[in-house]
């Protein structure tokens, strides 16, 4: 199929673009960003998105750079996935990104895709809305009143929901520094190489801080985090963490969570697991 007809626009600068979805927004326009096109792309073709404006910010410069602001690691919405994976951005996760960014599809959709327009189509499958939420990332979002910054773990609100405004867009991602104690963990289930994850495991264990941050992704909701999941590991985080840890506890977690299917569960507990343990080596 082909896409129905839309009125297209490609802005060069960051205000150009909000002062392009602030008229949408009087207009009552419907608009889609478009970024690398990997997510709207198929749903243009397939008309399961029908916008009366596209506009592609890929010719904004200021979005594709990548650059340390102290402890941040500040990604610009159009950094692609090759850009990470290819160790062309600075890096302040020990190789964590850089890990997640080379397992996501195929090597052309990682040319293209982007992390801003991953995050903000909120996949619940999608790597970085597990991976960026474990590592406690937060979003700068830009609209025709200035920009706002939210932690991604609030900017996803559901399945392919977030809480952008008609008139804002990701405009960049603030990655924290990993602390040099803090242990990385991130393991996926695919029925196929390149497919979308059936479950994600995300674990960020600090043994000398007695902390651990963990998410369960690829949900049919927005990933679960635990901000504290000491739960997980008998109540205290030690350096022995990966013995530590229940699965019934996890079990339970999803089950209280209304993941029902047992199965389904059993699954999802698994992939933790091996994140777990990915994360103790």
Known sequence: MKPAPYQFERPRTLDAACALLAEAERSGAHVKIMAGGQSLGPLLNLRLAEPDLVIDISAIRELAVADRA????????????????????????????????????????????????????????????????????????????????????????????????????????????????????????????????????????????????????????????????????????TSEFAAQFDPAAADALLAEAGVADPVRRHFHVTVLGRAVREAAQ
């Not at 590592?135 to 025709?144: E, I």
């Open 70 to 237: 102290g402890d941040d690691l500040v990604l610009g919405a159009c950094v692609t996935h090759a850009d990470i994976e290819d160790g062309r951005v600075p890096d302040v996760t020990r190789g964590a990104m850089q890990r997640v960014a080379g397992g996501i599809a195929y090597r052309a959709v990682r040319n293209r895709g982007t992390v801003g327009g991953s995050l903000s189509h909120a996949d619940p499958a999608a790597d970085w809305l597990s991976a960026l939420t474990a590592l406690d990332a937060r979003l700068v979002l830009q609209g025709p009143d200035g920009t706002r910054t939210l932690p991604l773990s609030d900017f996803v609100v559901g399945a392919l929901e977030t809480a952008l405004l008609p008139a804002e867009m990701v405009a960049a991602v603030r990655v924290p520094l990993l602390a040099p104690s803090a242990r990385w963990g991130y393991a996926k289930a695919c029925r196929k190489t390149g497919e979308f994850a059936h479950a994600i495991g995300a674990v960020l264990v600090d043994p000398q801080a007695r902390t651990a941050r963990v998410v369960i992704g690829a949900l049919d909701a927005r990933p679960l985090l635990l901000a504290d999941a000491s739960g997980l590991f008998g109540g205290r985080i």
